[in-house]
């Protein structure tokens, strides 16, 4: 099953540091939640272990299956299983969903063995169903004009597609009502299984109402500073982050 492991990580923007010693190991079939409050460093990790161009590693390892990622160029992670959905989709204008969806199947999978075209047209069709996604979706140019409910559901509908080994969900949940935020839910329970790993970063509890998380880590100031079970992501939702930050004391 899969493994990433992510040892003593440091990244800067810009000549700041952001991410200052950050330790996680994660492997297939687990759930992992990070939650922290804003401007903690989570989107900047996620980025960072994307090969975001911006983010500078400057010390520690990312591997995964003994592999290291940062040895790797951001299409090369994606083809080794690596998936990012980001807290912001960007919008492509005059590329359609399914081409887009399509081409980037095609590249994870490498030359002489692309998808079937109605293989892939009848997959699309079955998930978008599951997501409640309408049909005229994939005919549409990617993310312009959506809602912020349908980039999410969209995200989601790139990760059934794209079958990674290991995900990375920046805030799948922001910005969501009640019926979007079940739907997500139901696309990633869908995912479970012990060739899938998912780590998910929230700023809620609520999501993690409907994905049970086998692990909760905490992330202040640019690392982990207190890991549990689900029972830790209810706690932050009924007492805030004032307690674990007396806890280590730290200020502010
Ligand atoms: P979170 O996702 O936990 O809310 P971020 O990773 O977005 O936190 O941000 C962490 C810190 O890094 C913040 O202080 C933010 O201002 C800074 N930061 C994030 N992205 C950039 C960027 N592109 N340029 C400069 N600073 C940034
Ligand atoms: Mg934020
Ligand atoms: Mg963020």
């Not at 989709?89 to 005059?94: A, F, L």
């Not at 930050?245 to 730290?250: A, D, M, P, S, V």
Request: glycine residues 10%; contains cysteine; hydrophobic residues 35%.
């Amino acid at each position: 099953t899969p493994n990433l492991k992510i040892e003593n990580l440091h990244v800067e923007i810009e000549g700041t540091e952001i991410i200052k010693g950050f330790d996680l190991e994660m492997n297939g079939g687990e759930i992992h939640a990070i939650m922290g409050p804003n401007g903690t460093g989570k989107s900047t990790l996620a980025s960072a272990v994307m090969g975001h161009p911006k983010y500078e590693i400057t010390k520690g390892t990312i591997t995964l299956d003994g592999e290291d990622v940062l040895d790797m160029e951001v299409d090369e992670r994606a083809r080794a299983g690596l998936f990012l959905a980001m807290q912001y989709p960007s919008e492509v204008s005059g590329v359609t969903n399914s081409d887009f969806m399509r081409s980037a199947i095609n590249a994870k999978r490498g030359e002489g063995n692309e998808i079937q075209l109605m293989k892939f047209i009848r997959q699309m069709d079955e998930k978008m169903n599951m997501l409640e996604i309408d049909e005229s979706f994939s005919q549409r140019y990617l993310n312009e004009g959506f809602s912020g409910g349908e980039k999410k559901r969209n995200e989601i509908l790139q990760l059934l597609m794209m079958e990674p080994k290991i995900a990375i969900l920046d805030e799948i949940d922001s910005g969501l009502d009640i019926d979007a935020l079940k739907v997500v839910s139901k696309g990633v329970n869908d995912m479970k299984s012990p060739d899938f790993g998912c780590l998910i970063i929230t700023h809620y509890q609520r999501l993690l109402n409907y994905i049970t998380p086998d692990k909760v880590h905490v992330m202040m100031q640019g690392r982990i500073v207190k890991s549990g079970g689900a029972e830790l992501a209810q706690r932050l939702e009924n007492e805030g982050y004032e307690w674990i930050k007396e806890e280590l004391g730290i200020e502010n």
